[in-house]
T-cell receptor, first 114, second 111 residues
Framework: ETGVTQTPRHLVMGMTNKKSLKCEQHLGHNAMYWYKQSAKKPLELMFVYSLEERVENNSVPSRFSPECPNSSHLFLHLHTLQPEDSALYLC?????????????FGSGTRLTVV | GQNIDQPTEMTATEGAIVQINCTYQTSGFNGLFWYQQHAGEAPTFLSYNVLDGLEEKGRFSSFLSRSKGYSYLLLKELQMKDSASYLCAVREKDSNYQLIWGAGTKLIIKP
């Protein structure tokens, strides 16, 4: 148990489907993040929420839509994805953006787009 | 520009010592992190360096030289469970405190 829980762990979806990834943190942190992890590439920051307000959107295509209803929950809504979107999607949280403890990550959702 | 370099893969023997290097070029340095990630699992925090020098934590140590843009993670008395990817990340004030990540070093431990 890492304190950050992601569901589902695995997801296979067609290009015309709509699905959502869920992240929940039980650490009392006030910042949450979505990352994309592809093989042999650095983690790519997608979105940052601080105190439930989106503060970063790193040029992510509109087929990815984040939602942060409260400080403990974060969603990533997916629609009309492309095969190149197949990757591991990691959620993370932190107490402030300059914590010396860095981020706490969830175990990720392995997404395959067919 | 932003750039974090670390070796793609390393192999070491159980019981030995291994050093994983990380070099970086960033603006507004605000600390360097090392994370461990086992296959299919979450990255987990190992260490944080913001001042020059060595930080020791059990079998793992991390070193930082800000003037050289260089860090290393030292793993002693290697165990099979240390087989994992090790991720180096630098935090930048000038990028709104974002973490800039290396691609990770896959460490393989052999008996």
């Amino acid at each position: 148990e890492t304190g950050v829980t992601q569901t589902p762990r695995h997801l296979v979806m067609g290009m015309t489907n709509k699905k959502s990834l869920k992240c929940e943190q039980h650490l009392g942190h006030n910042a949450m993040y979505w990352y994309k992890q592809s093989a042999k590439k650095p983690l790519e920051l997608m979105f940052v929420y601080s105190l439930e307000e989106r503060v970063e959107n790193n040029s992510v295509p509109s087929r990815f839509s984040p939602e942060c209803p409260n400080s403990s929950h974060l969603f990533l809504h997916l629609h009309t994805l492309q095969p190149e979107d197949s990757a591991l999607y990691l959620c993370a949280s932190s107490q402030g953006r300059d914590s010396i403890y860095g981020y706490t990550f969830g175990s990720g959702t392995r997404l395959t787009v067919v | 520009g932003q750039n974090i370099d670390q070796p793609t893969e390393m192999t070491a023997t159980e019981g030995a010592i291994v050093q994983i290097n990380c070099t970086y070029q960033t603006s507004g340095f605000n600390g360097l992190f090392w994370y461990q990630q086992h296959a299919g699992e979450a990255p987990t925090f190992l260490s944080y360096n913001v001042l020059d020098g060595l930080e020791e934590k059990g079998r793992f140590s991390s070193f930082l030289s800000r003037s050289k843009g260089y860090s290393y993670l030292l793993l002693k008395e290697l165990q099979m469970k240390d087989s994992a990817s090790y991720l180096c990340a630098v935090r930048e004030k000038d990028s709104n405190y974002q973490l800039i990540w290396g691609a990770g070093t896959k460490l393989i431990i052999k008996p």
